[in-house]
Nanobody, 122 residues
Framework: QVQLVESGGGLVQAGGSLRLSCAAS????????MGWFRQAPGKEREFVAVISGSGGSTYYADSVKGRFTTSRDNAENTVYLQMNSLKPEDTAVYYC???????????????WGQGTQVTVSS
């Protein structure tokens, strides 16, 4: 069982930055790839980024590539999403999720956080 708690969301102007954190419970954190997803009002949940359990591999959605970076600290059981050059279309609830493999499909993730709101004003 893995419990996830996101933090770091908020309101920011376009062009600004935010860093999201996702703290995980349990002693098996490094066995899980950690994904980031987002869901805007009226839209389906979409893949943003994923990092492997060791942190050695990362993958990003084309829409955020070059602007967002995910990293993790396995000693602290925490994964991060650094978001730079934010755009109004990045506005959404952001979720972290855990899965044994670094996959992009939300339906394959076993554990989810409660989400944190990110709002980018123009």
């Amino acid at each position: 069982q893995v419990q996830l708690v996101e933090s770091g969301g908020g309101l920011v102007q376009a062009g600004g930055s935010l860093r999201l954190s996702c703290a995980a419970s349990g002693r098996t954190f490094s066995r899980y790839a950690m994904g980031w997803f987002r869901q805007a009002p009226g839209k389906e949940r979409e893949f943003v980024a994923v990092i492997s359990g060791s942190g050695g591999s990362t993958y990003y959605a084309d829409s955020v590539k070059g602007r967002f970076t995910t990293s993790r600290d396995n000693a602290e059981n925490t994964v991060y999403l650094q978001m730079n050059s934010l755009k109004p279309e990045d506005t959404a609830v952001y979720y972290c999720a855990a899965n044994p493999s670094p996959v992009r499909a939300a339906g394959l993730y076993d554990y989810w956080g409660q989400g944190t709101q990110v709002t980018v004003s123009s």
